[in-house]
């Protein structure tokens, strides 16, 4: 727990080398110096993560920016108005920030968070933390320490509990390397409306260009990944004859509460529908449905723009087949 005790122990592990299971208000990360390329090659270790795929670094105060990444002119107006809080921005890096952290790529992606026991921690150690989510590589994304243990418990020795998270998706990560072509390679609670507002100009996003070359930019982003275990399909929209039809081993998972089916095998993200609380939830409901033994499970898209697009990206690479 995050007694001053507990964060002067957690930050003398970090400043160590040690990597520490931390909560941010998007998911759990699993923390560890970045400018110390032993220390986050553990992390890729604990998590099983191919080495082409970058960690993102959080920073505590803007001072740090140019320490790690040369910021333009749209970053500092993104960072300005969304900082601290659920938005990642690539930039150039600093030579100061190893290649096992970008993954040999000449970018980094920076964040800086807004969960208040990780502030702390960030402001103790005095040190830019790597952190990606703190799961087993392509797995679904921790939002509450406890999945953090089921996950790690036998590769980490420390988990920072915050509570559950308050928004429960990843960042959104823009590509700033180009400030006049900003564009979105992961949606997140920051929006692409809210991002063009700031910037006042069409920022990019998701498919326009060819996901293979998104995989260059970003070599995270598979098209599946956040996946549960249980096999999984995406509906436009589910209707209750189809469940009818459909074995009871089969889970349906809706983005709101259904009024006609009920059930073991029936899920909700959020009562009435509200997308936040969908977004907060959605993960646990992935687990809960493994926990469930269930032979498949049926996704119901959100609908709508804004944070639907956060929802339904993770929902698409859960029922990615590769
Ligand atoms: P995670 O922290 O597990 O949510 O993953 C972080 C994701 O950020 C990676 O999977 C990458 O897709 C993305 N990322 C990190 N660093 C960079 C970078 N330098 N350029 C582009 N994308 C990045
Ligand atoms: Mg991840």
Redesign the pocket.
Known sequence: RGTPRNLARLARALQAGEVVGVPTE??Y?LAGNALDAAACRRIFRA?G?PAN?????HIHSLRQLPEVAQPNEAALALAQAFWPGPL?L??P?QPIIPDV???G?????VRMPSHPLFRRLLKQTALPLA???A?PFGYV?PTSAAHVVAGLGTKIRHVLDGGPCRIGV??T?V?L?DPRRPRI??PGAITRAQIEGVLRRRVAAGKSRSDEHRAQ??????TR?YSPRTPAVLHEEIRPAAIQRAPKSEAWVFITRPTDVRGKNIFWLDPRGDLRGAARRLFHVLREVDAGGFTRVHLERARGDGLAEAINDRLQRAAARA
Do not use: F, Q, W
Not at 53 to 57: F, K, R
Not at 105 to 109: I, K, M, S
């Open positions: 998007t998911v990360g998590k993560r795929d970058p960690l993102i670094v990642t690539v930039l890096k952290v970008s993954s790529l000449p970018t980094v992606a952190a990606p989510s799961n994304s990843e960042s990560i590509d390397r390679l992961r930019v970003s070599p995270g982003l598979l990944h």
